[in-house]
């Protein structure tokens, strides 16, 4: 498969769960602590999605879309926000800022492998 | 001495005794009977005051240690609003630190256990993956080439026990020659016999020829020579094919009682290796039968351990539940400190509006179970404004 899929929560066992069952279906996975840290390491190379939280330090998940889509090369890249955020005007917030699905925490596996293979590019 | 109030509830009666003296005065002829009722009016009248007043009396006392009881609880209450106060702007940001404190402290646990987890998942993965690749089958099938490896080294075997089949055979044709040698020996012994005979009797005829057969009598004395030197080669030759057939004789009996032995070896440890091939696809058999085994128990304990992941999942939940709690008291705790602040100034109206600090610990809640705990009995209109945990909503 061989496709990159970049992480974003500020929890290592969120992070853990997600990375476990994404490389587990062969996906390429790299993390990242917030949304600062994701922007550092988006060095240009291809990310087919981005699974991001929203409650983070030094820069919270919304921002860190928008940011994204600024970037002409990941303004395509879709964008699947996981996160324990259940109100409905955040969600709003986030299709606004260019996300493609909302996940609400805990989550299962398979429900997210299911979201990750419908949207990847 | 009676008291102005006193003196006012009599003052009905000394109306009536000086208008009784007034009359008298007035006119002599007013019979004293008429008098009575006046002075009766006057002295019921003073009589009711009397009572209105001792009554009033008892009731403003009443109500002035009611006053002075509400007073000392008044003051009591001031106290122990400062108490409360100092309780609450005291304990709370302790409260608010230990809550801190175990939000930290649960993170760093659950993310450390996290990480060990998922380390053990990868090393489960890899021992997976390397099994896999050496392959319990591969085993297997390395016995089977070792097998047939072994069978092959057994028919170059018993090839090499028909080239030593061959080789006797040989060694057989070979005593048959000697026995045709040993015949033509003997045969060359008889040819020298006969030729020496004849060259004795043709020394005879030489030396009856005189002279003349002075020469003849020399070639037959040659003749004579060679056939004696003839019929002894003969005889070495018969001698030599005798040791050759000999020794060619003990080379087969030898070479038979080998060739019994090799192939009871043969026998013996072909059954032998059998007898060990079998026991290592028994093995094999068994061994495979246990990587199956612990290969399902991996995959059961790998599968384990990822669910334990999933179901550490609440941490991230407890964590942001926790952190809005410690906001939410330091926010409470500013409040009342400008509120105490306004209070030791004089001022006794508070500031605070709970409606907006509740208001606003909504707009902080970030998971469906603190809007769930927010206020319960309305949780049919915050599930509308909710989605529910582990749902997907695409955009």
Known sequence: MDKTIMVVDDSASIRQVVAIALKGAGYKVIEACDGRDALAKLTGDKIHLVISDVNMPNMDGITFVKELKQNPRYKFTPVIMLTTEAGKDKMAEGKAAGAKAWVVKPFQPPQMLDAVAKLIM | ?395
């Not at chain 2, 005593?175 to 015949?183: G, R, T, V, Y």
């Not at chain 2, 179970?369 to 009995?377: C, I, K, L, M, N």
Request: proline letters at 1%.
């Open chain 2, 1 to 395: 001495m009676l008291r102005s109030d006193q003196w006012l509830a009599l003052s009905p009666l000394g109306v009536a005794v000086l208008s009784a003296v007034l009359l008298i005065m007035v006119s002599a002829s007013v019979p004293y009977w008429a008098l009575l009722p006046v002075l009766m009016l006057g002295s019921g009248l003073s009589w009711l005051a009397w009572r209105c007043l001792g009554r009033l009396q008892a009731q403003y006392q009443e109500l002035q240690a009611h006053l002075e009881r509400e007073h000392v609880y008044a003051e009591h209450c001031h106290t122990n609003l400062d108490r409360l106060l100092s309780v609450w702007l005291q304990v709370v940001p302790v409260w608010g630190r230990h809550v801190d404190s175990c939000r930290d402290m649960g993170n760093e646990a659950i993310n450390a256990l996290s990480i060990r987890f998922a380390e053990l998942v990868q090393l489960i993965a890899a021992t997976r993956a390397s099994s896999d690749s050496a392959g319990d089958s591969g085993h297997l099938d390395t016995l089977t080439t070792d097998k047939a490896r072994l069978q092959q080294l057994f028919d170059k075997m018993k090839s090499f026990d028909a080239t030593t089949d061959l080789l006797f055979d040989r060694i057989g044709q070979l005593e048959s020659f000697a026995a045709d040698l040993d015949q033509m020996a003997g045969s060359v012994a008889s040819i020298a016999e006969q030729t020496n005979m004849l060259a004795l009797n043709a020394a005879i005829e030489a030396a009856r020829a005189g002279d003349a057969g002075r020469g003849f009598a020399v070639v037959a004395q040659e003749v004579r020579e060679l056939s004696t030197q003839s019929g002894e080669t003969g005889r070495h030759i018969a001698g030599k094919i005798a040791m050759v057939k000999e020794a060619m004789h003990a080379i087969t009996s030898s070479a038979g009682d080998t060739r019994e032995q090799e192939d009871q070896t043969l026998d013996e440890g072909e059954q032998f290796i059998n007898e060990v091939v079998q026991h290592l696809e028994e093995r094999a058999d068994k061994l495979i039968a246990e990587g199956e085994q612990l290969l399902a128990t991996n995959m059961e304990v790998s599968g384990q351990i990822e669910q334990v992941l999933v179901e550490l999942q609440f941490q991230d939940r407890v964590s942001q539940i926790l952190e809005q709690v410690s906001g939410s008291m330091s926010q409470l705790t500013d409040m009342l400190e400008a509120d105490e602040s306004r209070y030791r100034s004089g001022e006794r109206e508070l500031s605070m509006n709970i409606e907006a600090l509740l208001q606003d610990m909504k707009t902080r809640y970030t998971t469906v179970e603190q809007h769930r705990q927010h206020a319960p009995t309305q949780q049919n209109s915050d599930n509308e404004e909710t989605a529910d945990a582990g749902s997907i909503s695409f955009f």
